[in-house]
């Protein structure tokens, strides 16, 4: 839908570069992601895939380049202060907080929309009854948005696989991101749990956040992305709709190697 | 029973029971009882304390009685400048915390075995200054504290009055703590411990609510130091040995890591039984009281190492 020249850019990134020494994991990559898309990033493994969600996100700090997240350099920003201007992600490995329930987990991924410290809970002030009632209410209804709203008290370890995942998309929804960053969600997932959640990331587009995502699945990508970008090497090699990407004989040879192309 | 133990009904009852104990040492005539509840009380704090960031935030932190000092000499001097006692409990308390937030700032970027080393360093460096800072703590020798009779509309004995007061203020501070547990801060501290890189990428500064649990830890420590040195009238520098924060360490531990309860009850254990043996035990039986206490570790640590009274989340996390 989106990639039509009307939309707004949304993350706007330039000539990024994250080195390790002499190791390039990132390299002069350019790319623009608009309001509203579903954009998927494939790539072999070790493409600096990771690498370059880990920089957007302010895991790493980058070595050089621009990210312009909804008009503003976040590049080398504290993480949280990322979340804050509304980016949110999930991660390869599962992340959650494994002891606390479901419900709180997503309470915590409300922490930069709300501002109880201190005095609040040690005075009970109404204030902090009000926030509390009201991060509570949220995160509920974001349990329910994700399919899991029959496991609120359950413990995040005690989880089964596919809603851990989901779990963590309500988390990262709590802190009301305007671009989710989602690393491989359907990675360990059978066919049926990947149909499930491809479902959830259109109805998370249908909310007006726009999606990035790392996906291996062929299948899940050709079925859900509006554009996609291709990386090799730490190098985008490729960009355009799903079908035109494939085609390209440079993301064969990617995948395949020469022979192969 | 996690129920029961977080129940308003069960904070009350408990604080009416430390009321009563007075009056039972009276009746048995054995009033050391009083002598060792106050200390109880006092450890109750510091191990409150070190729940914040031992227990929730899970820094290992091997210093916490330097701050233990800190307060006792901040009263201990401030007595000395004739500053009135409720004043001079205020001012070891915001020492404290002015103490801890500096150190903090600067060792918070250190984790794990790291930052054990550094706080024990510090614990002892924070001893040795006491020790030969003469001209401000007069050393080894130690500083004789001004008299202060809290209380005394409520009891003539300076025992029990201390008794009372030391209740009070665990009282206090088992319910700020389980306020503070429940809220928005709580619930960062402890998402901190169970995944920090989950927890920043949450939108939590995670440096930022370290410092911040470090800091609340040290009022409990400055009051519980200002407290112990009214109450003694007296502190010397070999009150805050190595020994009395593995100490704290163990109660946080064998009590239960983030649990209230489970802290307490370890400071129960671990701070009153040794004197209790001590009073009562013949004299052959003396000797071995260190070896019973190694035992009562060992033998949590082996079939209880979620601790005595653990957490819900903790309980949860160690027996899977």
Same mark, same amino acid.
């Given at each position: 839908?989106?990639?039509?020249?009307?939309?707004?850019?949304?993350?706007?990134?330039?000539?990024?570069?994250?080195?390790?020494?002499?190791?390039?994991?990132?390299?002069?990559?350019?790319?623009?992601?608009?309001?509203?898309?579903?954009?998927?990033?494939?790539?072999?493994? &070790?493409?600096?895939?990771?690498? $370059?969600? !880990?920089?957007?996100?302010?895991?790493?700090?980058?070595?050089?380049?621009?990210?312009?997240?909804?008009?503003?350099?976040?590049? &080398?920003?504290?993480?949280?202060?990322?979340?804050?201007?509304?980016?949110?992600?999930? *991660?390869?490995?599962?992340?959650?907080?494994?002891?606390?329930?479901?419900?709180?987990?997503?309470?915590?991924?409300?922490?930069? /929309?709300?501002?109880?410290?201190?005095?609040?809970?040690?005075?009970?002030?109404?204030?902090?009854?009000?926030?509390?009632?009201?991060?509570?209410? /949220?995160?509920?209804?974001?349990?329910?948005?994700?399919?899991?709203?029959?496991?609120?008290?359950?413990?995040?370890?005690?989880?089964?696989?596919?809603?851990?995942?989901?779990?963590?998309?309500?988390?990262?929804?709590?802190?009301?991101?305007?671009?989710?960053?989602?690393?491989?969600?359907?990675?360990?997932?059978?066919?049926?749990?990947?149909?499930?959640?491809?479902?959830?990331?259109?109805?998370?587009?249908?909310?007006?956040?726009?999606?990035?995502?790392?996906?291996?699945?062929?299948?899940?990508?050709?079925?859900?992305?509006?554009?996609? $970008?291709?990386?090799?090497?730490?190098?985008?090699?490729?960009?355009?709709?799903?079908?035109?990407?494939?085609? !390209?004989?440079?993301?064969?040879?990617?995948?395949?190697?020469?022979?192969?192309? | 029973?996690?129920?029961?133990?977080?129940?308003?009904?069960?904070?009350?009852?408990?604080?009416?029971?430390?009321?009563?104990?007075?009056?039972?040492?009276?009746?048995?005539?054995?009033?050391?009882?009083?002598?060792?509840? %106050?200390?109880?009380?006092?450890?109750?704090?510091?191990?409150? %304390?070190? !729940?914040?960031?031992?227990?929730?935030?899970?820094?290992?932190?091997?210093?916490?009685?330097?701050?233990?000092?800190?307060?006792?000499?901040?009263?201990?001097?401030?007595?000395?400048?004739?500053?009135?006692?409720?004043?001079?409990?205020?001012?070891?308390?915001?020492?404290?915390?002015?103490?801890?937030?500096? =150190? &903090?700032?600067?060792? =918070?970027?250190?984790?794990?075995?790291?930052?054990?080393?550094?706080?024990?360093?510090? &614990?002892?460096?924070?001893?040795?200054t006491i020790n030969n800072l003469d001209a401000l703590t007069n050393g080894p020798k130690g500083m004789?504290?001004?008299?202060?009779?809290?209380?005394?509309? =409520?009891?003539?004995?300076?025992?029990?009055?201390?008794?009372?007061?030391?209740?009070?203020?665990?009282?206090?501070?088992?319910?700020?703590?389980?306020?503070?547990?429940?809220?928005?801060? %709580? /619930?960062?501290?402890?998402?901190?411990?169970?995944?920090?890189?989950?927890?920043?990428?949450?939108?939590?500064?995670?440096?930022?609510?370290?410092?911040?649990?470090?800091?609340?830890?040290?009022? *409990?420590?400055?009051?519980?130091?200002?407290?112990?040195?009214?109450?003694?009238?007296?502190?010397?520098?070999?009150?805050?040995?190595?020994?009395?924060?593995?100490?704290?360490?163990?109660?946080?531990?064998?009590?239960?890591?983030?649990?209230?309860?489970?802290?307490?009850?370890?400071? +129960?254990?671990?701070?009153?039984?040794?004197?209790?043996?001590?009073?009562?035990?013949?004299?052959?039986?003396?000797?071995?009281?260190?070896?019973? *206490?190694? +035992?009562? =570790?060992?033998?949590?640590?082996?079939?209880?190492?979620?601790?005595?009274?653990?957490?819900?989340?903790?309980?949860?996390?160690?027996?899977?």
């Amino acid at each position: 839908m989106s990639s039509s020249p009307k939309a707004r850019p949304l993350l706007e990134v330039k000539d990024l570069a994250q080195h390790f020494g002499g190791l390039k994991a990132v390299d002069q990559v350019n790319l623009t992601i608009h309001e509203g898309e579903i954009v998927s990033v494939i790539g072999p493994n &070790g493409a600096g895939k990771t690498t $370059f969600f !880990n920089v957007l996100t302010g895991v790493y700090q980058g070595t050089r380049g621009e990210i312009l997240f909804d008009g503003e350099r976040v590049r &080398g920003l504290p993480s949280h202060e990322i979340v804050a201007r509304g980016m949110a992600r999930t *991660f390869q490995n599962i992340r959650l907080f494994q002891d606390m329930t479901a419900l709180e987990n997503v309470m915590v991924g409300r922490h930069t /929309r709300t501002s109880q410290l201190l005095l609040g809970p040690l005075l009970r002030t109404s204030a902090f009854f009000e926030e509390e009632k009201a991060t509570e209410a /949220r995160a509920k209804e974001l349990l329910e948005f994700v399919g899991l709203k029959s496991l609120v008290n359950e413990r995040a370890r005690n989880l089964a696989y596919g809603a851990q995942r989901k779990l963590e998309i309500a988390r990262a929804l709590a802190s009301e991101p305007k671009l989710l960053i989602l690393d491989e969600p359907t990675a360990g997932m059978n066919p049926t749990e990947s149909v499930d959640l491809v479902k959830l990331v259109r109805k998370v587009r249908e909310r007006g956040v726009t999606v990035l995502l790392i996906e291996h699945q062929m299948r899940v990508v050709m079925d859900i992305s509006d554009r996609v $970008f291709v990386f090799d090497y730490g190098v985008k090699i490729a960009e355009g709709a799903p079908k035109d990407v494939v085609a !390209n004989p440079r993301v064969v040879e990617a995948y395949l190697g020469k022979e192969g192309a | 029973m996690t129920r029961l133990l977080r129940s308003r009904w069960t904070f009350w009852v408990l604080v009416a029971a430390a009321l009563c104990l007075p009056l039972v040492a009276n009746i048995v005539e054995f009033p050391y009882l009083v002598r060792v509840g %106050g200390v109880v009380g006092l450890f109750m704090l510091l191990s409150l %304390g070190l !729940n914040f960031t031992l227990g929730y935030v899970g820094l290992f932190d091997l210093g916490f009685i330097a701050f233990y000092a800190i307060g006792a000499y901040t009263t201990a001097i401030a007595m000395k400048h004739h500053v009135p006692a409720p004043v001079a409990l205020l001012l070891a308390v915001l020492v404290t915390v002015a103490a801890r937030a500096a =150190l &903090g700032v600067t060792i =918070l970027r250190l984790r794990g075995d790291y930052l054990a080393i550094v706080t024990m360093g510090f &614990g002892e460096i924070a001893r040795l200054t006491i020790n030969n800072l003469d001209a401000l703590t007069n050393g080894p020798k130690g500083m004789q504290v001004r008299s202060w009779r809290p209380l005394a509309f =409520l009891a003539k004995d300076p025992n029990v009055q201390f008794y009372l007061l030391i209740a009070a203020a665990v009282a206090l501070g088992a319910a700020a703590s389980r306020r503070l547990e429940d809220s928005r801060v %709580g /619930r960062a501290w402890v998402a901190i411990r169970e995944d920090e890189v989950a927890a920043r990428l949450s939108g939590i500064p995670v440096q930022r609510y370290m410092l911040l649990a470090f800091t609340v830890s040290a009022v *409990f420590a400055g009051l519980a130091g200002g407290l112990f040195a009214m109450w003694e009238q007296f502190v010397t520098p070999e009150s805050f040995v190595f020994w009395e924060s593995t100490l704290i360490v163990s109660i946080v531990v064998l009590g239960g890591m983030g649990s209230i309860a489970g802290v307490l009850l370890g400071a +129960l254990i671990l701070a009153g039984l040794p004197p209790l043996m001590q009073a009562t035990l013949s004299t052959e039986w003396i000797n071995y009281r260190y070896l019973l *206490f190694g +035992l009562i =570790l060992v033998l949590v640590t082996l079939f209880r190492p979620q601790g005595l009274l653990p957490s819900s989340r903790r309980e949860a996390e160690l027996n899977s």
